[in-house]
């Protein structure tokens, strides 16, 4: 029996890809733990969604600034040289095309790119994609951070999404709790895996095909 990676793990592995100097933005959930997780010495400026540049790691309990919150109300910190600003702005910056990375959560992620996050297309469930869609389009590469599976063991990564999308083949890696994955032209290519885990076993878990990379 493979251990997955715990959220933590899953943050230090997908911290580890960011590349030096690049604008990132980390969604609401799961990614927020990336913030935590950066290498030292690799300039990395955080966006938050809420109208934030240069955002730092949270801050000790006795720092917290309840003025000072991420897009998911968590407190926060601010580097020196960071920055706080409109709402207006910051969706400019998003659908302007100015950040490198976009990390956000998945509900599911289907073979081409296509995102579904914000839905599980449920009667009366009220309209809530947020920034999300701005994000999937804007952003220069589209990080998805989730488990492989639903609590029931469906798989999240489908040839096709059956929930409402947030985006049209948007999706560029998927970070899991087994493995890394990035979506090609090829199709669905294996990065890295959790040790011990083999190909086989990761595509019993997975809705579409896999190829090692």
Request: charged share 20%; hydrophobic share 45%; net charge negative.
């Amino acid at each position: 029996m493979h251990t997955p990676l715990t959220r933590e793990a899953m943050a230090r592995r997908l911290a580890l890809d960011i590349p030096d100097g690049s604008y990132v933005n980390l969604g609401i959930g799961m990614p927020v733990l990336v913030a935590a997780h950066l290498p030292a010495g690799r300039e990395i400026v955080l966006h938050s969604e809420n109208g934030i540049l240069g955002m730092g790691p949270p801050p000790a309990e006795a720092d917290i600034d309840l003025d000072l919150i991420n897009a998911g109300k968590q407190p926060v910190t601010l580097l020196d040289g960071g920055a706080y600003f409109h709402h207006a702005d910051s969706f400019a910056m998003m659908r302007g095309g100015h950040l490198d990375i976009c990390v956000m959560g998945g509900m599911q992620v289907a073979a081409n790119g296509d995102l579904a996050n914000w839905s599980l297309n449920k009667p009366g469930e009220a309209p809530a994609v947020g920034g999300a869609m701005d994000l999937a389009v804007g952003a220069r590469s589209v990080y998805i951070m989730m488990e492989h599976t639903s609590r029931d063991g469906s798989p999240k990564i489908v040839e096709r999404c059956t929930y409402p999308l947030t985006g049209a083949a948007v999706v560029d890696r998927i970070y899991t709790d087994l493995a890394v994955i990035d979506i090609t032209p090829a199709g669905l290519v294996v990065r890295d895996m959790i040790d011990g885990m083999t190909l086989t076993e990761l595509q019993r878990r997975t809705g579409a095909p896999l190829r090692a990379g």
